[in-house]
């Protein structure tokens, strides 16, 4: 379809919103009307200065069209011990 990459604005609402899934709770979620679908979730959320903040990761269906990313800081942390080489 030529669709193959998809670039919104998105106004941030919340930060470090818990968000329980599956009955496990998610900390450092960030809350965005970024449109995140099947396909496309999993790039960055970046602010105005082009600065990674997160990244988008799922939506809640039947929820207003919210987007949600896990926060930069949360990524940092799991990340960290493959970096740190």
């Known amino acids: ?7 919104t604005k998105g106004i941030i609402s919340a930060k470090n919103r818990p ?16 449109a995140i679908n099947p396909g496309n979730s999993g ?5 105005l200065n082009g600065e990674v903040i997160g990244m988008n990761a799922f939506i809640i269906k039947n929820n207003q069209g919210l987007g949600f ?17």
């Open 19 to 34: 968000v329980r899934i599956s009955g496990k709770i998610y900390e450092d979620i960030i809350q965005t009307d970024c």
């Open 43 to 47: 790039g960055p959320l970046i602010n």
């Open 69 to 85: 990313a896990v926060g930069i800081d949360s990524i940092k942390e799991r990340i960290g011990k493959y970096l740190a080489r």
């Open 1 to 7: 379809m030529g669709l193959d990459h998809t670039v």
